[in-house]
T-cell receptor, first 115, second 113 residues
């Protein structure tokens, strides 16, 4: 009964490859997010989707392309991977209510290592 | 631009010691405030949050935090830590761009048994 799940948990790949990370939530939320946690554990938001619409798009290389096929899924595709993309990527979800966004719930993270 | 600063990078305590982790933010408008915890190898979990009302909020596992608007602070406290509290603690702020959490750099807490 995992609330926010991500696959894969670990991803080791070569520079220049293209890879995808998948995220699914079963909380009935309508908003999903991608965060990047670097080697110093600093967390920074990358993207957010509400009902499949992009609402937050931080300064992220256009090699990163999020895709939301429905409001329960938000995938992250990365083209031409670089060494600096090595990080832990966290997916999160929340609910948008009349007063704003509710608490974000995080997935277990995907540890990406680019060699 | 909004930012969050956590004063301590690494805190080492013995069991039963009291804990206070500092968090300050820079944003002049209405904010929602959060503390998340990340146990080793695990995902972020919400400890507590402040949206409005009583500035002293209580969370899970005996943690509490106090929002002091005049000081732009939201410090986390626990009267008596346990070895199982060893983790990374993140303060986060949600400002005018709804849904966008700005995180502090994290504080690593090590509790010695």
């Amino acid at each position: 009964d995992t609330a926010v799940s991500q696959t894969p948990k670990y991803l080791v790949t070569q520079m220049g490859n293209d890879k995808s990370i998948k995220c699914e939530q079963n909380l009935g939320h309508d908003t999903m997010y991608w965060y990047k946690q670097d080697s110093k554990k600093f967390l920074k938001i990358m993207f957010s989707y509400n009902n499949k619409e992009l609402i937050i798009n931080e300064t992220v290389p256009n090699r990163f392309s999020p895709k939301s096929p429905d409001k329960a899924h938000l995938n992250l595709h990365i083209n031409s991977l670089e060494l600096g993309d090595s990080a832990v990527y966290f997916c999160a979800s929340s609910l948008l209510v009349s007063g704003g966004f509710e608490t974000q719930y995080f997935g277990p993270g995907t540890r990406l290592l680019v060699l | 631009a909004q930012s969050v600063s956590q004063h301590n990078h690494h805190v080492i305590l013995s069991e039963a010691a009291s804990l206070e982790l500092g968090c300050n933010y820079s944003y002049g408008g209405t904010v929602n405030l959060f503390w998340y915890v990340q146990y080793p190898g695990q995902h972020l979990q919400l400890l507590l949050k402040y949206f409005s009302g009583d500035p002293l909020v209580k969370g899970i596992k005996g943690f509490e935090a106090e929002f002091i608007k005049s000081k732009f602070s939201f410090n986390l406290r626990k009267p008596s830590v346990q070895w199982s509290d060893t983790a990374e603690y993140f303060c986060a702020v949600e400002g005018n761009q709804g849904g966008k959490l700005i995180f502090g750099q994290g504080t690593e807490l090590s509790v010695k048994p």
